[in-house]
């Protein structure tokens, strides 16, 4: 965290070549956000460099209180929400490619890993989006109730019922249709 301070300011210092250094640290993350947001590269990828040009903008809003990374978060999300809005967002489905990150000498683990994530990821395609969100921030990002909270700006008590809803519906669809995540539906 400290790193990003000092990045922070030197940024409004005048060095604009600090913020390389923010954009390096979150972009993988905040792309893995809003892809599976959006489920569409291209949409992700234009969404990302508008986030990041959007938080750049606002750097002298950040007022040290709480994590940059939370902060930077509800910028980011916050912006994509309003161009959902704006654009009346369609969801598509799309497969996200992830051979780049499996080991292609297990052709088992391959196969297991690939259904496995593209089981994750029609589940969580068929929640609503303000609880695809909790999911997405809570267990991709691994944010806290907390930071979610301010995130999200919803009381904690949303977060947690919200996650509790999405989490319940994932499990009684699998239940239903059954597939690789049936420990899902015994309350893991």
């Given amino acids: 965290m400290e790193d990003e301070l000092q990045w922070v300011q030197e940024v409004l210092s005048g060095n604009k070549q600090a913020y390389a250094h923010i ?3 979150y972009k993988n993350q905040l792309y ?4 599976r947001m959006t489920k569409n590269p291209q949409d992700a990828q234009d969404l990302v460099q508008e986030a990041f040009i959007k938080v750049y903008n606002q750097l002298g809003k950040y007022d040290q209180k709480g994590p940059f990374s939370s902060w930077m978060y509800r910028v980011a999300i916050n912006h994509c ?4 809005r704006k ?3 369609q969801m598509k489905q799309v497969e996200v490619n992830d051979e780049k990150v499996i080991n292609p000498n297990h052709p088992e683990i391959i196969f297991l890993k690939k ?4 089981q994750l990821e029609r589940l969580i395609g068929t929640l609503p989006e303000d609880e695809r969100m909790i999911i997405l ?3 991709v990002n691994e944010l806290s109730y907390d930071e979610i909270s301010d995130l999200a700006e919803i009381p904690l008590s949303q977060v947690r019922n919200k996650l509790h809803r999405a989490k319940k519906k994932m499990r009684d669809t699998v ?3 059954g597939g690789y995540f049936h420990g899902m539906s015994c309350g893991r």
């Fill in 137 to 139: 921030l809570r267990y």
């Fill in 23 to 25: 954009i390096n640290k």
């Fill in 175 to 177: 239940k239903r249709e």
């Fill in 115 to 118: 259904e496995k994530r593209r």
């Fill in 81 to 84: 929400m309003d161009e959902f």
């Fill in 87 to 89: 654009k009346h967002y």
């Fill in 32 to 35: 893995a956000t809003i892809l």
